[in-house]
């Protein structure tokens, strides 16, 4: 496949790469895992041509009103599905995003692995086992984290049980989209548990075992990314790429009903609220008819005929999360749960992936000259 006009562009630009053990993204954007359903191979595939990462998120994609034997089975198909038609539209790279706490986890990651899938991205609970599940050496395995502390806990776990390091890590900061690596007290001091400030926190805990492996091990930066000024200053502090999903939304190549979209375009800053999730975590959305609901509706309870999410507290949880984003993906947002980063109210068109990555390339060159040398392509 031909290099597309924008990586012709970022090439004249000198825009950093981003590398990610065998991978070389042209653009050092990861499209970040949206489930349920919203990031998949359509999207995925678009951001890949235009020389960034694509993620295709398995979370969701099975029929969850089937008999719970079967869930597993389907929802490997489905993904199968989703990595096949992605790969029938790009050569770029693409990359698997996983939950851990998915009650089919393992199976989704060696379904990915024997699709041919070079990147698996890891979230919502520690990959202790992860290097054990996959031996192969040239698929990147990129835990997504959100402290130095845990950053520091995968890094001296891996290296006692298995000689080896993360091939990058996403770093999550509390602006981020959906489920939330923070506790409310902490989402409530947002000086002190900044991106940037995590940022450098998470860099100076990576060295020593930089210094012992002989390589970097990225950072990529994510949560309340907006603009390629934004890309630049995280970048400036030592980040190697960034991880972008809402502004992604809204774009044409998103598979996500009309309705969803427009909820983006519609919110205002006072819409975006944390949530309690099912799972036990916090979550950021937009306040709708569905939340509202439930905020007066202090009966409603659900039976769950199995565990797609080992974390759900069903007994105690009114909604089941994993329909309450289906009904949002199919335009249902009275019963719907839309997930969105605390930017999304600075939304305001559908535009196709190349647009938005033209427009985020452009910044970021125009950014370039208030970044260090160090971070900038040689």
């Known amino acids: 496949m031909p290099a597309s006009p924008l990586q012709n562009t970022a090439n004249d630009m000198k825009i950093p790469k981003l590398e990610i053990g065998d991978i070389s993204a042209d653009i050092p954007i990861i499209?970040?895992?949206?489930?349920?359903?919203?990031?998949?191979?359509?999207?995925?595939?678009?951001?890949?041509?235009q020389g960034g990462i694509g993620t295709i998120s398995s979370i969701g994609l099975?029929?969850?009103?089937?008999?719970?034997?079967?869930?597993?089975?389907?929802?490997r198909e489905a993904l199968r599905s989703e990595i096949r038609k992605a790969k029938g539209m790009t050569q770029g790279h693409l990359a698997i995003n996983i939950m851990g706490v998915l009650s089919n986890a393992d199976d989704l990651i060696l379904t990915s692995v024997e699709e041919g899938i070079k990147m698996i991205v890891l979230g919502a609970g520690l990959p202790t086992k992860l290097p054990l599940l996959v031996t192969d050496a040239a698929v990147s395995l990129v835990p997504i984290i959100s402290s130095s502390r845990v950053a520091e806990l995968i890094m001296k776990t891996w290296d006692k049980r298995y000689?080896?390091?993360?091939?990058?890590?996403?770093?999550?900061?509390?602006?981020?989209?959906?489920?939330?690596?923070?506790?409310?007290?902490?989402?409530?001091?947002?000086?002190?548990?900044?991106?940037?400030?995590?940022?450098?926190?998470?860099?100076e805990a990576i060295k020593p075992y930089e210094d012992k492996c002989s390589r970097r091990i990225?950072?990529?930066?994510?949560?309340?990314?907006?603009?390629?000024?934004?890309?630049?200053?995280?970048l400036s502090l030592g980040a190697a790429g960034v991880q972008m999903a809402t502004r992604f939304v809204c774009t044409h190549e998103c598979d996500v009903s009309p309705n969803f979209k427009q909820a983006y375009l519609d919110a205002q800053i006072e819409d975006i609220v944390i949530i309690k999730s099912p799972v036990g975590?916090?979550?950021?959305?937009?306040?709708?008819?569905?939340?509202?609901?439930?905020?007066?509706?202090?009966k409603r309870r659900i039976r769950c005929p199995y565990r797609c999410l080992t974390a759900c507290q069903v007994e105690t949880a009114k909604y089941c999360i994993a329909k309450a984003l289906l009904n949002s993906y199919s335009g249902?947002?009275?019963?719907?749960?839309?997930?969105?980063?605390?930017?999304?109210?600075?939304?305001?068109?559908?535009?196709?992936?190349?647009?938005?990555?033209?427009e985020l390339i452009t910044d970021l060159k125009a950014a370039e000259g208030d970044m260090p040398p160090k971070t900038k392509a040689l």
Do not use: W
């Open 31 to 49: 499209q970040g895992g949206m489930g349920v359903r919203v990031s998949l191979s359509s999207l995925a595939s678009a951001v890949a041509n």
């Open 62 to 75: 099975g029929d969850i009103n089937i008999l719970s034997q079967d869930y597993e089975k389907t929802s």
């Open 163 to 203: 000689q080896r390091q993360p091939d990058a890590f996403i770093l999550e900061g509390p602006l981020a989209g959906g489920h939330l690596g923070f506790s409310l007290e902490q989402l409530e001091q947002p000086e002190v548990y900044s991106l940037e400030n995590i940022l450098l926190q998470v860099l």
């Open 218 to 234: 990225p950072i990529v930066a994510g949560g309340g990314i907006y603009t390629g000024a934004d890309i630049a200053r995280v």
């Open 281 to 298: 975590m916090p979550g950021r959305a937009i306040r709708n008819k569905f939340l509202r609901d439930l905020e007066v509706d202090k």
């Open 332 to 358: 249902d947002l009275d019963n719907g749960l839309i997930f969105c980063g605390q930017n999304v109210y600075r939304v305001d068109k559908i535009v196709t992936v190349q647009q938005l990555m033209n």
